[in-house]
């Protein structure tokens, strides 16, 4: 089971019992309806005033067991907040859209939204003719897009352009982006999917993208992205985006891994990038997947940049 098989148990029984540690340390559980964000977060309500929400602002060390009654359990521990701000919007509609009838109780300012990130998750089977457990795989997953993800891959991209780096890191401005028409998007989702001359991987959390790269193959006599002439056939790593709210978890590592390893697969021994001088946040992501710089240097459309290479 992975994050995405997660959600769908939480989903399917939507109530669980949540144990926090109370002043002495001891365990105190609670019985509640309890729904998941895309991401696999787990979100519940509670009252301000309640012993739950007083142990999770002492501590917030959570487990959680959802489901039971129909031999299947869902066993998670975790970290609890009360989230704010936009991250509290994400997580009361995910809440909502689970129990639409608690409507009235969310508005009440003597309730408030509890979140819980999993760091450990157990799936039991004990239904009648077998009995098993496994970890849950709460890795980011990384994989090639589909064809009929072509939506999404869309969307992923507009809110890459929009990002603050946007002007340094991508060839591209939002607006042509946007005015493109869907044929466009489609036929780019269905070349990324499949064949050996593009790739698109996306990094998902759950069931939420959360950032992606491609993959090109440049072959030797043709020009490359920047329009310049290829010498000898190579692997090219480009479109490179983590959301911002999920930087620093491992998504780029794994997505840059995948990268090259489907590089790999298709005959190369070098995947090559190029990054703006003034990228160093990019520049720093790269050094850590094994690129380093390969002493080539160019002006692109988008000002100086220079190339990075890793041996694969």
Not at 130 to 154: F, K
Not at 193 to 218: F, K, M, N, Y
């Amino acid at each position: 089971m992975d994050r995405a098989g997660l959600v769908d148990h939480v989903r399917s029984h939507a109530d669980g019992v949540l144990s926090s540690l109370g002043p002495d340390g001891q365990p105190q559980a609670a019985y509640l309806a309890i729904g998941a964000t895309d991401r696999g977060e787990l979100v519940l309500d509670a009252r301000v005033s309640s012993r739950t929400v007083a142990n999770l602002r002492r501590d917030p060390r959570v487990a959680v067991v959802v489901g039971g009654a129909d031999g299947t359990t869902l066993q998670v521990e975790g970290i609890a907040d009360l989230p704010e701000g936009v991250e509290l919007e994400r997580c009361a509609a995910a809440y909502l859209d689970a129990f639409p009838q608690f409507a009235a109780s969310l508005s009440d300012d003597g309730i408030v939204v509890i979140r819980v990130r999993p760091s450990w998750a157990r799936y039991g089977d004990y239904r009648p003719g077998g009995s098993s457990s496994v970890d849950v795989d709460l890795q980011v997953v990384v994989r090639r897009i589909r064809a009929d993800e072509w939506e999404l891959a869309r969307d992923l991209r507009l809110d890459a352009l929009r990002d603050e780096a946007a002007g340094i890191a991508f060839l591209e401005s939002y607006e042509h982006a946007a005015a493109q028409p869907d044929e466009f998007y489609r036929s780019r989702a269905a070349a990324s999917a499949d064949g050996d001359d593009v790739a698109q991987l996306v990094a998902v959390e759950g069931r939420t993208w959360v950032g992606s790269a491609t993959v090109l193959v440049e072959r030797a006599g043709s020009r490359d992205y920047q329009g310049r002439p290829v010498e000898r056939s190579r692997a090219v790593v480009v479109g490179v985006y983590v959301r911002p709210e999920d930087r620093g978890a491992g998504a780029i590592d794994r997505l840059l891994e995948a990268a090259a390893r489907w590089s790999r697969d298709q005959g190369f021994d070098e995947l090559a990038l190029g990054v703006h001088v003034d990228n160093a946040r990019a520049q720093a992501s790269y050094r850590r997947a094994g690129f380093v710089p390969s002493g080539v240097e160019f002006t692109g459309s988008i000002g100086p940049e220079i190339e990075m290479v890793r041996a694969l």
